[in-house]
């Protein structure tokens, strides 16, 4: 009766419940990974409209922003080498994606071995968005 009912007010105010009702445990959701992906697919429709963007680390989330017709072509890059070989000899521009720069720098790393240049696009608004102009040298 009314001890059950004490147990549950206190475990219902401890720090932990507490904290999880606030969004401060690192339960479910994305702890704030995917601030301003909402602003990199505006800038990615607006920007980039026809242009090809390789990703990595951005997956639905990304295409969920982009929305039914994304304005420009995104391409999953699963590994570092298949990005370097697929822009070896390539005369056009194309872009790169990542979560972050850290994300990003394997296939950085991989494109400067084969002579890519990955120069990169500051972004406007929140997030660590990594977004990157490749073209040969």
Do not use: C, K
């Not at 009314?2 to 419940?17: D, H, K, Y």
């Not at 026809?50 to 997956?59: D, K, M, Q, R, T």
């Not at 005369?91 to 720098?105: E, G, L, Q």
Request: hydrophobic share 45%; glycine share 14%.
């Amino acid at each position: 009766g009314a001890i059950g009912l004490l147990a549950l007010a206190l475990t219902a105010m401890s720090p932990g419940v507490i904290g999880a009702l606030r969004g401060e445990l690192p339960l479910g959701g994305d702890q704030g990974r995917h601030t301003g992906i909402d602003a990199l697919a505006g800038a990615i429709n607006r920007d980039l409209a026809g242009a090809v963007v390789y990703e990595n680390g951005l997956g639905w989330e990304l295409a969920f922003y982009l929305g039914e017709s994304p304005r420009a072509l995104i391409v999953h890059s699963p590994q570092p080498e298949a990005l370097a070989d697929e822009m070896r000899g390539r005369a056009d521009t194309r872009y790169f994606v990542a979560p972050s720069a850290t994300h990003a720098a394997p296939w950085l790393d991989a494109l400067a071995r084969d002579g890519i240049e990955a120069r990169r696009i500051q972004l406007a608004g929140p997030g660590e968005f990594a977004l990157y102009a490749l073209s040969a040298r």
